[in-house]
Structures are given as C-alpha cells and as structure tokens.
C-alpha cells in the first residue's frame, strides 16, 4: 500500500524546532544521542562523522538562527536543549531574544541546576515551560544512567522548585532495560509527588551513545506499547501521558478501541512522525536535521538559509516521500497514518525509508479498525491551521494566542465543537475558562491578563 509523496504546499512550515545548543552537559547520560558531556571542544565518544564537529554557534549566530526560526516558522514552539542548555553564559539573552521574536520557549534540561532564584528568571526571560528526565525511582539506576551520583535527587527537588513556582514542566523518561519495569511507579510519582501535568515516555532511537545502549527484547518492548496505553486511561484528565519516538504506538491503541481519544497523528499526511514535515533539529554547530536523533543534515546555517534547507535540501525531501517506504511500513494499512520512526529506521538499517524495525505490527490486521477511526477527520491531529466557523470575541482570540502553534488548530476545532454542541454561536473568553477547568493542563489557554 503506498500513498502520494508529501509536499512544501501541504507541510508549509515546521511547528516545532528542537535546537541543541551546546554539546556541554554537567552529566554523561549513556544514552545521549548528542553525544554531549563536559568538554565540548575534545574528542567525541562516538567516532562518526557526523559527531566529529563540536564547534558552537554563538550569540549573534544564535540571533540569527531566531530570525530565520521566526521567519520561516512564526511563533514555532522551539525547544532550546543541549547537552545542558542552562550552561551556556548566553542563555538568557537568547530567550529574551527568541521571547521577542514571538516564539514558544521551552527549555529541556536535566533539571540538576534548577533553583527559585533560577526559575523565576527564566520565567521574567520568557520561558513557557521545562521539560525534565527522570528515568527511575531507584536513586542508583537514575544516577548510573545519568552518569553522575546525586542526579536524581537534584532533578526531583528541581522539579518541585517549578511545582511551588508554578512554572509548567514536563517528566520525560527514556524507557530501557533498565526500568521498563517501573514504568507505573514512575508515572504515579510524576503525577501524585512532582505534580507533573504531562508525562512523556521516550522510546529509545539508535543515536549517539544511544546506538550502545542494551535494548529491551521484542516481547517487552510490546508490553510498554501494553503500559502506557493503561496509563493513558488510568490518568486521563488528570495527567497526558504520552509515547514519544514511538507512532506505531497507534495500532495498540487501534487494536483496542478505534474511538479512542489517544488515537493521534500529523495533519496534512504527516503520519505519525513529524520529522521533516513538522519538526526539524538544529545542532550546536548549526547543522539542520529533519530530527535530532537522525544524524543526517540538509545544510548548516552558519552559511545556508534555513527556508532554502526546509524547502529545498536533499535530506528533507526524501524523508518527505512516503510514499516510498520500505517493507512492511511501505505496505501497511497503517502507513499514512504512522509510518514508522525514521530516525530509529536509519539508526538500525542505514536506510531512512526502511522500515521501523521494532514494530511488530501484523499488516493487514487492522484495515477496518484505521477507517473507522480516521472517518471524516474524527482523530486528533497536530499541526492543523486554524480555521474558524463560528465568530470568536476578541478577547478569546487573544487568550488563543497563547496556545503553542501546533496544537493551536485542533484546539481551536474542538473549542467549536464543544459550543455547537451546546448550541452556542459566539466563542466567549468565559467559555475558555470552562473548558480549561475540565482539562489536566489548565494553562493551555492562558490566564486573563
């Protein structure tokens, strides 16, 4: 089963940008696919070519870069990540820039470094959220994986820090051989101690350091995709628990209820990976990859614009041709839908068409299952550009600027719908507060001010 190669007309900009911005880090996660660690100028654990650069934009560069980001991508929600970004001298200027340049600002960290003081000068900088990694209960196991003693401790207490300053955050948790086991434990202490609104379970790509990493066997692997669609339900409404480097995570969730509400994709015929079409990664060095975890590069832009790498490099338009994929992700009833993790396809095969090698998906097995639950546009989509068809107050359309861009076009359809329902014809400032109050993310539509 194929389907048509996927446009610049239908994929016009990224929504999301994943900008490392140093290859320094205060710890030595031995699954880090940058290869990042303490000193960013020596040699590379890992020996490919594509890690070989270690040189690092700097400030003005990084101005540059959040003008084209701005250009080619208006208020893009753009993670500024590392190795750990909160060690460049230079971070706040680089917020506060980006913050005036009218694009989301969200800072990943391994959360070591955070104090009051801190978050509350990130948030007066423009920070709109962090996201944090915590990949085991047992202080040992986190502090193995991260490669330094004391980690989790810092990181649990910097995720209370945000908690009491009211900061949004997010848990993230590289899941491995290591803890696929705690998975639950993990989850619930995210959501009852930490009091994490979002929980995101990273499935490991072959990157980097990542590419030396013991994987979990197939049956447990399988048993994951089982764990999180249980949490999913178990913290509805309270908590988003989410698969990330994971889309064919959509045929458990087919498999067991074709109208759920955690069947999810990519609009515009992205699938279930938005590398390239919806998101790209920008190295410390400047160099720009469809994905972060994918160490292949369509320009560098210390001397490449970064429209002509969206819309013209080599490597973005092949990842763009799904219609070309290999194996059973090129004959699955579930490849406009999904379409496999390139990054972990290239990491594993060589090939970026190829098939996602960990799925275990019997193809065919779900044809009727995928109709039902992609009729008429009925599942959730990223990426949608907004279109109203009934009128918005103005003070409401002000409030949904505070929604990131992605997201903002299916919020926005199902704010309609919850007033159609109701038989309402105006959308109202007042009905946002409504639907806030309902959701696990209550900041998603901003506050009154």
């Known amino acids: 089963m194929t389907r048509p190669g996927l446009t610049n007309e239908t994929l016009y900009r990224p929504y999301v940008v994943s900008w490392n911005l140093t290859y320094r880090c205060n710890l030595a996660c031995e699954h880090c696919y940058l290869d990042a660690g303490g000193k960013p100028s020596g040699l590379p654990l890992v020996t490919d070519a594509a890690f070989a650069n270690r040189s690092e934009l700097d400030t003005a560069g990084?101005?540059?870069?959040?003008?084209?980001?701005?250009?080619l991508a208006p208020e893009a929600l753009t993670i500024l990540t590392g190795g750990e970004p909160l060690l460049r001298w230079d971070i706040l200027e680089i917020i506060e820039y980006a913050h005036t340049r009218e694009l989301w600002v969200v800072v990943g960290t391994n959360g070591v470094l955070v104090t009051e003081s801190l978050a509350e000068t990130l948030s007066e900088a423009g920070v709109r959220g962090m996201a944090l990694s915590l990949d085991s209960l047992e202080p040992a196991t986190h502090d193995a994986f991260r490669r330094v003693q004391g980690a989790f401790a810092n990181t649990v207490e910097g995720a209370k820090v945000l908690a009491r300053k009211e900061m949004s955050f997010i848990i993230q948790t590289t899941v491995g051989a290591h803890n696929y086991d705690q998975l639950e434990a993990i989850a619930e202490f995210a959501h009852q101690e930490l009091e994490a609104k979002v929980w995101n379970l990273y499935f490991l790509v072959p990157s980097g350091r990542g590419a030396f990493v013991s994987a979990m066997t197939d049956e447990q692997y399988d048993g994951v995709?089982?764990?999180?669609?249980?949490?999913?339900?178990?913290y509805r409404d309270r908590m988003l628990v989410n698969a990330k480097c994971a889309p064919h995570y959509l045929r458990t969730v087919l498999a067991d209820d074709p109208s759920s509400p955690f069947v999810k994709s990519f609009s515009g015929g992205a699938g279930g990976c938005p590398a390239g079409t919806q998101y790209l990664g920008i190295r410390p060095n400047g160099d720009v990859t469809p994905c972060p975890y994918l160490p292949l590069f369509g320009g560098n832009l210390k001397s490449d614009s970064l429209t002509e790498v969206w819309n013209e490099s080599g490597v973005f338009q092949t990842i763009r041709q799904r219609s070309e994929l290999g194996g059973r992700c090129g004959d699955c009833e579930l490849s406009s839908h999904c379409g496999g993790c390139r990054a972990r396809a290239y990491g594993m095969t060589g090939e970026l068409l190829a098939e996602d090698p960990l799925c275990s998906h019997e193809t065919g097995s779900l044809v009727e299952q995928a109709a039902l639950a992609f009729a008429d546009g009925g599942a959730i989509q990223y990426g949608q550009p907004v279109v109203h068809e009934i009128v918005w107050e103005v003070a409401a359309e002000e409030r949904m600027k505070n929604v990131p861009a992605f997201v903002r076009?299916?919020?926005?359809?199902?704010?309609?719908?919850?007033c159609r329902e109701r038989g309402i014809e105006r959308v109202t400032a007042e009905q946002l507060d409504e639907i806030r109050s309902r959701m696990p993310?209550?900041?998603?539509?901003?506050?009154r001010s």
Request: positive net charge; proline residues 3%; aromatic residues 8%.
């Open 409 to 418: 076009g299916m919020v926005v359809k199902s704010v309609e719908k919850w």
């Open 441 to 447: 993310t209550p900041k998603v539509f901003g506050g």
């Open 225 to 234: 995709l089982d764990s999180v669609l249980r949490l999913q339900k178990k």
């Open 62 to 71: 990084c101005f540059r870069v959040i003008d084209e980001i701005a250009s």
